[in-house]
């Protein structure tokens, strides 16, 4: 990883028998280093030889930029179905089936920039109180979000903190990734920016073949954008999301303002 500067500290890490012990590296990254997650080799010096290096999977994102949050592995890889878990019964979104949608790692999603990491690393945050500050001019009309809700539609408030700790609260809602199984339509105004053709899962196979039920239309699997208005007389300094959502998760994987809704 060039541009980062590893530093521990001074001294010897003493690890008794049968036990462990740690210490506290800081990296910091130069301003041309791109935001995302990085495997940085690490080697210690122990009984007089050198240890086999290990990778330390570190994340270098600047301020506000939303990978610095994620807690949650929502795409992966048709040979490595098993890397994740959207939405607790192990299935997630197939990176080539989003791919074939026009979504892959880094690229614009309905002008917003989507998460810049490989599949099965994680990719979006779960709404659960979240504060994160937000790059924004004064006169942004829209905040705007790519996600989805697993195990049904989601819903909750969100508040929205001004440059002049003015504070408004607005209701941010996701429906269903699998539109409860092709039953349902989009909710809470959300407009589809991508469709899959299947999902993922740890049985190791894609759900083509490992159908939940002869009679559910299982197949297809949703990304959608979701937008609450903004004051423009005032600049957007954070968001908090929402502490706890209804029915389900609420997942995000990208986030940033407009100037329109749609």
């Known amino acids: 990883l060039r541009g980062a500067l590893v530093t521990a500290p001074k001294g010897d890490l003493s690890v008794p028998a049968h ?34 290096i290990q990778r330390l999977k570190v994340v270098i994102a600047a301020k506000g930029n939303l990978l610095r949050y994620f807690d949650n592995t929502g795409i992966t890889a048709d040979e490595a179905q098993w890397a994740g878990d959207m939405d607790g019964s192990g299935f997630t979104y197939a990176e080539q089936g989003l791919s074939q949608a026009g979504v892959s790692a880094g690229n614009s999603v309905a002008g917003l920039i989507g ?24 006169g942004a009309s829209w905040l705007a979000f790519i996600g989805s809700a697993t195990n049904g539609p989601s819903s909750g408030q969100i508040t929205l903190t001004y440059k002049d700790g003015t504070t408004s609260h607005q209701m941010l809602g996701f429906s269903n990734w699998t539109l409860n199984a ?7 105004g959300n407009q589809i920016v991508a469709t899959t053709a299947y999902r993922n899962c740890t049985s190791d196979s894609t759900e083509t073949a490992f159908t939940l039920s002869p009679s559910e239309n299982v197949g297809n699997a949703y990304m959608y954008l979701a937008t609450v208005p903004l004051n423009r007389a005032k600049r957007l300094a954070s968001i908090t999301l929402p502490l706890s959502a209804s029915y389900s998760r609420m ?3 990208a986030l940033g303002v407009r100037q329109r809704a749609s």
């Open 115 to 138: 998460p810049s990491v490989a599949a099965g690393a994680p990719d979006n945050v779960v709404a659960a109180g979240q504060r994160i500050p937000v790059k924004a001019r004064r």
């Open 19 to 52: 036990s462990s012990a740690g210490m506290l590296l800081q990296i910091k990254a130069a301003s041309n280093v791109s935001d995302a997650e990085y495997n940085v080799p690490l080697r210690s010096f122990a009984a007089g030889q050198w240890m086999p």
């Open 251 to 253: 997942h995000i994987f």
């Open 182 to 188: 092709g039953t349902s339509i989009p909710s809470f």
